[in-house]
Every structure is written in structure tokens, then in C-alpha cells.
DNA sequence: ACCTGAACACCGTTCAAGT
DNA sequence: ACCTGAACACCGTTCAAGT
């Protein structure tokens, strides 16, 4: 499964991803990059955006892999699961933006999976926050949410600019995700 | 000033977006839509990139009109102004992918204005929420940051499906923008 | 200054044919 | 099953010319 050539179609697709966006994506150089024709990848994906589709799953589950590497490895915080992720965001904007794209409904049943595998990741840990006292009680589900929305949210606002990068005010988005956090644990702000 | 035509050619692009996304605001169906020829636009916009970016400045304009509308009636409250920005964000979600969209650098000034205009509301906002204690201390753009960050992450987490729409776990953006406000309002969850 | 119609360039996609 | 080369369709953009 998921022969050899179509990994390197994707990984292709990637390195055109982050260097200039989906329209850069070209599938005649997806195509000469992975040293056949402008047309095999159809042999392999149906549509461009179905091959994006792969690419972004992919991606989403290589963000889970590694949650779930540091989870095994001790460290299951909500807090430093999200600060990965905003790491990750920043460090791969096209891909987190092409994660949290618009995808025609059925455009990719593994997109959804990898993005409901993200969540859970992210319930759980959740849930032992609120055991150990260092996330408020309430719907463990809604918090994520909220958790995920700053992440989510600080990330594009960083990336298109709109988050004040000088003066006092300055904020990363890290912090903002500590932040709120910290906003979380400690009441009384 | 701001030709008829010129926004005669926006308000048929603004259409488009709505209806399709930005492949779908094509300049030869923003032309016929406007009684002119396909590439009549290109008298009054220098590039399809352009005249989105002209629509986006126009929008988020339009958004802190709206906010300022409501800030002389009375209520210049910042959870208030948040709820009507997502609010807009649900109901018009192209226009808010839009906006929220990556901006190649110097693509459009005005664009980065409005964006700091919204900003400036909302600081304002903000401040008048910490007098009346509503808001915890603490640097209001930091805070207004924070703030931002949920509105856009969890609109965008809506619009791409990715919140859960059903259970108990159920959250509408506007839920969990008053959730954050709750949680800054009284400490201890 | 604003507009038109023809033309070009590019890229997603399809087709017929090869092994 | 996988690939190729030619061709088509579409759309952003440019050009020469009109008023």
C-alpha cells in the first residue's frame, strides 16, 4: 500500500507546496520533480486537489505522530501539545493553511479522520489536565476547542501579519497559547 | 473618488466570492456582470490579486463600520464586538477566508490599514472592558490578541467543520468566544 | 481616460496509444 | 497497472486599436 511513487508525488507536491503556495503546486512539475511525466500523477490521484487532499492528511497525521511521541515519552500536556503545533504552524504555513483549508465536502475521507485523530488527541489530554487541576473543570470537549481555536486563530493571525510583532505588546503566538493557559489555571488573571 | 464603475466591478466580484471562492471570481464574468468587456477591469485594476484585495480592505472596513455604528449607540462592548464579528464570519465565509487570507507583502496597503484599524477598536474596547473590570489587567493588546485569536481560529475551525457540531461537546464560535470572556471575566472557571 | 476584440501563455485535464 | 506525448479547455493577462 501507498506505493512507492505516490509518497514521492506527495513529497514533491510538498517541497512545491512550501515554496509558493498551492498555485505552485504544478502537476507538470509535481510530475518532472518525481521524474516521469506532467500527466502520471493522475495515474495516482485524481485531481490536483485530491492529490493536495493526500498531502494534507498526511501531514496532519505526521502532527499527531509526533504529539503521540511525546505523549508516550511522558510529557502528555495539553500545554506543550499546542505549543507544538503553533511551532509547527509557523514553521510550515502552507501546509497548516492548506490543513485548515477549505476541502469540498467528500473530497477526502482522510483529511476528516486525521483531523477527528487530532482532536482526540488533543480531548485527552485534556481531560488528565483537568485531573491534575491545571485546566478548569467543564466539558473537556468545548475547552479543547477554545484551546485549539487561540492556537489555530494566533497562528493565521501571525502569519498574515495581523498580530502586532513590535512594542510592549508584542505576541507570539506561543504566548498567547500560554496565555491562555495561564488564564485557565489561575483565576483572578 | 472611487468610481461607480470601480465599485460596480467590486460589488459584482463580491458576488462571485460568495458564491465560489476566489477561483470563482473570474474577470470575465466580473466584467459581464458589470455590462463590460472581459478585461474592462483591468482599466481600474491592475491585476485579478488587486481587485481582491481592494474587496477585502472594503469588507474589513465594512466590519469596523459596523462595530464603530455600534460603539456610539452605547455599546462599544468588546465581547460584543467579537460576537458580531463572527457572526459576519459565519455568514459570509469567503469574505473572511478572504480577508484573513495571505496578502503577498505590499499587495495592498489599504488592506493592512483596515486590518489596523480593526485592531484599534477592539484595543479601545478592550480598555474600556479592564475599567470596568470585566477584563483582567494586563497589556489590552496582549489581551486583544488573545481575544482575536478565538474569534479567528474558531470561525475558521467552523468553517472548515472542524468543531464539533454535535453531543454535548457542541460549541458555535460564538459560544466559545463567550466562553473566553468568561473564563477572563471570573477567575476559576 | 475608458473601452473593445483578438491573441498569447499557462496549466488542469483528457485521450489515444504504448509496455 | 503504469506511463507517455499530443491535444483541448479555460482563464489571467497583454496588445493594438477605437472613442
Redesign the interface.
Known sequence: MSSSRRDQLIAAAADLLDEG?PDAVQLRKVGSASGVSHNAPYKHFSSKEDLLAALAARELNAVCDAAERKARAGSPLAKTIMLAYVRWALMYPERF?LV????T?GASEDI?QA?QRW?KLLYVAVEAAQKADE????????I???I???????A??A??????AK???K?E?S??VA??FS??A????
Open positions: 503556495g493553511r485548515s483549508g477549505r476541502w465536502k476528516a483531523a482532536q485546566l478548569p473543570q467543564g466539558d473537556p470537549e468545548r479543547s476547542s477554545l485549539l481555536s487561540v492556537a489555530h486563530g494566533a493565521n493571525l502569519l498574515s501579519g495581523h498580530l502586532s512594542g510592549k505588546g505576541a503566538p504566548d498567547l496565555d491562555l488564564y485557565l489561575h483565576p483572578g488573571g
